[in-house]
């Protein structure tokens, strides 16, 4: 299996799901569950981003 280019695939999508959650924070109201929700997913993906590149 490779691994770079499925890592190099999560870290694009644990920036996309940052920016979204940065998005939704910056836009209040009932946003934050979008914003809480997107940064749980950034995280969980960038962390699996990181594993893969190694």
Same mark, same amino acid.
């Given at each position: 299996m490779r691994r770079?280019?499925?890592?190099?695939?999560?870290?694009v999508l644990a920036v996309g799901f940052a920016v979204v959650g940065l998005l939704a924070a910056l836009a209040?109201?009932? *946003?934050? +569950?979008? !914003? %809480?929700? *997107?940064? +749980?997913? !950034? %995280?969980?993906?960038?962390?699996s981003a990181l594993r893969m590149l190694r």
């Open positions: 770079r280019p499925l890592g190099a695939l999560f870290l209040g109201g009932t *946003a934050w +569950v979008i !914003a %809480v929700a *997107a940064g +749980v997913l !950034a %995280v969980w993906m960038g962390e």
